[in-house]
């Protein structure tokens, strides 16, 4: 399909990561006919059973210096959201708290160059933690992630984008369709893709109502065991958690269940009292590395032009926006547009 001066592009994913691209296509290329094709739709994405917490880490063999990137672009965007009108509706807040360590740990360079009051915790302070021998206690961003998925695809149709509810089965659907389409389809490229470097990374945590709790705690154990983290968000705070490797269950394990609220209570005693609201179970879409680059792909005799970008694994909020926008740049040098509007949408809303 001949490139035209009002191209037609496809993302693939209605989670964070695809509302995202879609709306960074808008943004830039204006012109463009977008729509998203996806399967699953907010409430009912992998996106939702998340946090929403900013919190870069090691995304498999992933370059620190790629994570650094993306999630300083996605801070910077959040926490302009954070101070705006719009904060309430979209359920994007700031949060302040503690990173703790079972041993001696160094300081973590991405969230002490991205965040606010990065410090580290104080003797007295350290004391309230028998768990920790050492601690930071900085600022952060968390996003609600159903209504902020629910304000992007508002967002998104109302500048002009279509939405259709199915299941991609094949890329050689778009052949010859469109110009461009963006691959955010997450764990799914496993099956779409043929791509054996897709895992699931089952995650299961607690949604309870404990207004009391004001502070993030997250607790790094000693090798082998769970991170242990009190998420306190617009609504609920999330208790977690687990991290299992190639399970591919959704359903809820109580030993699971016993295990991730002794382990949060032994952290922050304060939990006793909380209400709990629901458990819920998901799977993080992992990849041995971050995928964020272009195919040119030969289907039925027919080039398709592709962006993926999936693979993040648990950091998909702490990542989208920074993603989105090198997956945007990367769209429009496929598509031989201008990248100029790219440096406009780094951290505007």
């Not at 296509?25 to 946090?51: L, Y």
């Not at 009051?117 to 961003?141: C, I, N, Q, W």
Request: with cysteine; charged share 20%.
């Amino acid at each position: 399909m001949s490139v035209s001066t009002s191209p037609k592009v496809v993302v693939i994913g209605a989670g964070v990561n695809g509302l995202a691209c879609a709306v960074c296509i808008q943004k830039c290329c204006p012109e463009a006919q977008v729509e998203i094709v996806a399967e699953n739709w907010s409430p009912n994405t992998t996106s939702e059973i998340s946090a929403g917490f900013w919190g870069p880490y090691v995304v498999g063999d992933t370059d620190p210096e790629v994570i650094k990137k993306h999630s300083s672009v996605t801070h910077e965007y959040l926490l302009q959201l954070a101070h705006s009108p719009l904060a309430g509706d979209v359920g994007v807040q700031t949060i302040s708290g503690y990173y703790l360590y079972y041993d001696v740990e160094q300081e973590n360079e991405i969230i002490k160059s991205a965040t606010d009051g990065y410090r580290k915790l104080t003797p007295p302070e350290l004391a309230r933690f028998p768990m920790a021998k050492s601690g930071y206690f900085h600022t952060t961003v968390q996003v609600d992630v159903t209504p902020y998925l629910q304000w992007l695809t508002k967002r998104f149709t109302e500048a002009g984008g279509r939405v259709h509810k199915r299941k991609v089965f094949s890329l050689s659907e778009f052949a010859g369709q469109c110009d461009l389409v963006i691959n955010c389809s997450g764990l799914g490229a496993g099956d779409l893709l043929k791509d054996e470097q897709v895992f699931p990374t089952r995650g299961q945590v607690w949604r309870v109502h404990a207004p009391w709790i004001k502070h993030f705690y997250l607790f790094k154990p000693q090798p082998g065991q769970e991170d242990i983290y009190i998420l306190p968000g617009v609504k609920y705070t999330v208790v977690g958690g687990t991290g299992q490797v190639a399970d591919w269950r959704t359903q809820i394990d109580e030993q699971d269940s016993v295990d991730i609220w002794r382990r949060a209570q032994n952290l922050l005693p304060s939990l006793a009292r909380a209400t709990p609201v629901k458990v819920q179970a998901g799977l993080r879409p992992t990849r041995t590395t971050l995928r964020l680059e272009t195919e040119l792909i030969k289907l039925d005799g027919k080039q398709l032009k592709v962006v993926h970008n999936y693979g993040h694994g648990g950091c998909g909020v702490t990542l989208h926006w920074g993603c989105a926008v090198e997956a945007t740049k990367l769209a429009l040098e496929l598509l031989n547009h201008s990248t100029r509007p790219i440096q406009h949408i780094r951290s505007r809303i």
